[in-house]
């Protein structure tokens, strides 16, 4: 590993991974149906290209620039060649609809906004007038080839020296989901940045030649902060993925050794390849149970520092015979990954450890950078989210309403916490306490070796009528485990029990129904008996460890799925409660005026 000093801002990790690492490659991507790679060396040179574009059109010190775009060679360029400049970069999703586009671009004054496609160049071009400072509208990929273009602007531009920001200085502003309100933009310096950065380097060996598959969005604090920040400080390579469906049939052509992902992807990993176990021969369906079994007793030896000579000999029986061919699945390099952006179950996380794909799970928010906790090589406990960064503290506040003892509000301290919310000083004034920790607003819980447990949000704690306190986050992730559930959203405030509104699998439910006789067509499995039945048994299965007052005594299966683009779900997937109630509160009424 080349020697590495801690950085102060995220030009200085630009500058020395150009030197350190020059020929080797950094981006991978797919075009006209070849995969190819853009060196650090190369990306460099973009990247001081792209301060001149920039430059150009006027943008200094202290200026936005903004971008709608997927994960792309020319989204990293962009944000590097903003730093670079002193001003601050504003990152949106596609999937975002175009009055929080609006929204954002007029509350962060953006000067400059990159765009994915002529759609949005053309939506948002109608509207510059409207937006404040904005002045330009640059298309990434426009489908004209004579038509202006980002391309062109580099092309043409004069390679412009990086100026050196400040620790202090403001990086970027990420704009929160925004579940319940506007989205927040998130104040983020570099040596915000910086931090996260260098203290992931002192838990994680990532090396110059390690891969990552990218499809979590870059314009989340995960995406952004842990894999494209970390890896280039790294001198490690990302492999562009196409799309968060097309991650299985990527991973072989990237042979990725490391795997940042949020909970949903690992869920659909254990889904999955319990749904294909479930419908193989019988010998392959006990062999994969067995391999399964014997690797959990494994790592229930392991963690009372015990071994079985027995136990051990299995494993490699099994390893060869069941996982080894799993993980070829993968691309067969994979040495461990990262999760975040929720909680994973730990029946989710025993099972791709029994993979032999060890998993880290941490916790943050934008407004940490994001990581303030994680688990890490050596100090990991399964089912938590790991212990505090180096330079961070968490302290749990009591919270009303909690009756588990040690259980609270998570406030962090430490060098990642943001400088502010954009615009919003009362905001930014209840974010924090008197003596500067940042409110995270999830409960959770320290164990006496300091590990950090999350139990849910507050503000998606509710009460039922019998006063019974529920917080439904946590239950729906065990829900999802169902291979015949894609999407779930429990509900109950002030109702006498919980309910809950499903959108299926219908893949699933449909080899469900040709296997038995039935109308596999989306509408007729939502009203189907058997379907119905099946789910029941699905939510009796997946929730044996709930409370007997949290389980939804009813459900309701839905047509549609939960989208973005339907105002269901945020940017990272997050449901947006209040929209799900106010679309289906006939639905939802409905299930209470029958009798239970």
Not at 88 to 115: C, G, N, R
Not at 173 to 188: E, F, N
Request: hydrophobic fraction near 40%; charge should be neutral.
């Amino acid at each position: 590993m080349v020697a590495f000093k801690e950085v102060s801002n995220l030009v200085e990790v630009l500058e020395h991974s150009v030197g350190a690492f020059g020929p080797k490659r950094l981006f991978g991507f797919e075009r006209g149906g070849r995969y190819q790679w853009v060196t650090y060396k190369e990306f460099g040179q973009m990247v001081a290209s792209a301060r001149g574009a920039l430059a150009a059109l006027g943008v200094g010190r202290g200026d936005r620039v903004a971008i709608i775009s997927d994960n792309s060679v020319a989204w990293a360029t962009a944000a590097y060649a903003t730093y670079g400049l002193g001003a601050h970069f504003v990152p949106m999703y596609e999937e975002q609809q175009t009055s929080e586009w609006v929204y954002i671009l007029a509350d962060s004054q953006a000067k400059v906004v990159l765009v994915a496609g002529d759609t949005i160049a053309q939506e948002l071009g109608e509207m510059t007038g409207e937006l404040g400072r904005l002045k330009h509208v640059i298309n990434l990929s426009p489908s004209d080839p004579t038509a202006p273009s980002w391309q062109k602007l580099l092309q043409e531009a004069e390679p412009k020296e990086a100026v050196q920001p400040k620790s202090d200085e403001v990086a970027g502003l990420i704009y929160t989901s925004g579940t319940t309100d506007q989205p927040k933009g998130v104040m983020l310096t570099h040596g915000n940045f910086a931090h996260n950065i260098n203290a992931v380097r002192q838990l994680f060996d990532i090396r110059n030649d390690d891969c990552s598959l990218s499809f979590l969005p870059w314009a989340h604090s995960f995406g952004q902060t842990c894999e494209l920040h970390c890896m280039l400080a790294n001198g490690a390579a990302m492999g562009l993925c196409e799309s968060v469906a097309t991650v299985l049939t990527d991973m072989p052509r990237v042979r990725p050794t490391l795997l940042f992902a949020v909970p949903q992807i690992f869920n659909r990993i254990y889904s999955t390849l319990h749904q294909r176990a479930a419908t193989s021969s019988d010998i392959q369906r006990r062999l994969f149970e067995e391999a399964i079994e014997n690797a959990r007793k494994r790592l229930q030896l392991s963690q009372r520092g015990q071994t079985s000579w027995l136990v051990e000999q299995k494993q490699r029986v099994f390893n060869r015979m069941v996982f080894s061919k799993i993980r070829e699945r993968f691309g067969g390099r994979l040495r461990y990954a990262f999760s975040g952006g929720a909680a994973l179950s730990r029946e989710v996380a025993e099972f791709i450890d029994a993979l032999g794909i060890t998993v880290y799970e941490g916790y943050g928010l934008s407004e940490t950078s994001p990581i303030a906790t994680a688990n890490s090589p050596g100090h990991r406990k399964l089912g938590s989210v790991g212990r505090p960064l180096p330079g961070v503290e968490i302290r749990i506040e009591p919270v009303e309403h909690t009756d588990a003892p040690g259980h609270g509000e998570v406030v962090i301290y430490g060098p990642n916490i943001m400088k502010g919310y954009h615009n919003l000083p009362e905001a930014s004034a209840e974010a924090f306490t008197d003596d500067g920790g940042f409110r995270s607003g999830d409960l959770g819980r320290l164990d006496r070796d300091g590990y950090l447990y999350i139990t849910g949000r507050i503000k998606e704690q509710y009460k039922l009528e019998n006063g019974k306190y529920v917080v439904p986050g946590p239950l729906e992730e065990l829900l999802k485990l169902s291979p015949y559930i894609e999407q779930v959203m429990i509900c109950g405030a002030n109702r006498p029990y919980n309910t809950a509104v499903i959108v299926p699998d219908f893949q699933a439910l449909a080899d469900w129904a040709l296997e038995n006789g039935r109308d596999p067509a989306s509408q007729s499995l939502v009203k189907d008996s058997e379907v119905k039945k099946l789910i029941r048994a699905q939510l009796n299965e997946c929730g044996k460890t709930f409370r007997g007052y949290e389980h939804p005594r009813k459900f309701q299966l839905l047509t549609e799925p939960f989208t973005a683009e339907n105002g269901m779900l945020t940017p990272k997937m997050s449901l947006k409660r209040r929209n799900i109630v106010a679309a289906y509160s006939a639905q939802i009424d409905n299930m209470y005026l029958i009798q239970a």
